[in-house]
T-cell receptor, first 115, second 114 residues
């Protein structure tokens, strides 16, 4: 099992360019999340999904869009990249059925630089 | 709204010394609580979790944490630090009985000196 796989691992964008980050999971988890990690800020939730075909805004959704057309994939899009979106992006998944299934599983991260 | 506070962005200890990383949560109903570790250029890995079964939770690599409802705390400890423990540590909470959205603290960087 690969677990949670993020593509790409690194990317440099010019201001105004667009891109899509892919998160793929093979654990059949219902819940999927996109976080960004910035120094001293911890992980902040961008968007999340509670199941196929659903998405919801998190703490810092502006400038991002998401889609979950298939249960195993959660896509994060940047429509017009800005330097403030330079960050490390993490995808996470969670089963979400009862207290013993509340652990999050993380991908390896995507390091994005916007110049 | 639920929040998680980690006291101290950096903690420095000598190899062999006690490790204590502090975490407090704010929630009227005790949430499920977690400690994750992040090594450089990697994702987060679960160290241990509290899901109301026992207040003292043992995790991997010799770490443990104690849930104290009266103090709304979930501090992480290890009796003897090892050089390989140097990493970023995150405390997280998931609200019980609600939507499964992990909320993270800002992280504590553990530095271990020889």
């Amino acid at each position: 099992n690969a677990g949670v796989t993020q593509t790409p691992k690194f990317r440099v964008l010019k201001t105004g360019q667009s891109m899509t980050l892919l998160c793929a999971q093979d654990m059949n988890h219902e819940y999927m999340y996109w976080y960004r990690q910035d120094p001293g800020m911890g992980l902040r939730l961008i968007h999340y999904s509670v199941g196929e075909g659903t998405t919801a805004k998190g703490e810092v959704p502006d400038g991002y869009n998401v889609s979950r057309l298939k249960k195993q994939n959660f896509l994060l899009g940047l429509e017009s990249a800005a330097p403030s979106q330079t960050s490390v992006y993490f995808c996470a998944t969670l089963v979400g059925q009862g207290p013993m299934n509340t652990e999050a599983f993380f991908g390896q991260g995507t390091r994005l630089t916007v110049v | 709204a639920q929040s998680v506070t980690q006291l101290g962005s950096h903690v420095s200890v000598s190899e062999g010394a006690l490790v204590l990383l502090r975490c407090n949560y704010s929630s009227s109903v005790p949430p499920y609580l977690f400690w994750y570790v992040q090594y450089p250029n990697q994702g987060l890995q679960l160290l241990l979790k509290y899901t109301s079964a026992a207040t003292l939770v043992k995790g991997i690599n010799g770490f443990e944490a104690e849930f104290k409802k009266s103090e709304t705390s979930f501090h992480l400890t290890k009796p003897s630090a090892h050089m390989s423990d140097a990493a970023e540590y995150f405390c997280a909470a998931v609200r019980s009985g609600g939507s499964y959205i992990p909320t993270f603290g800002r992280g504590t960087s553990l530095i271990v000196h020889p």
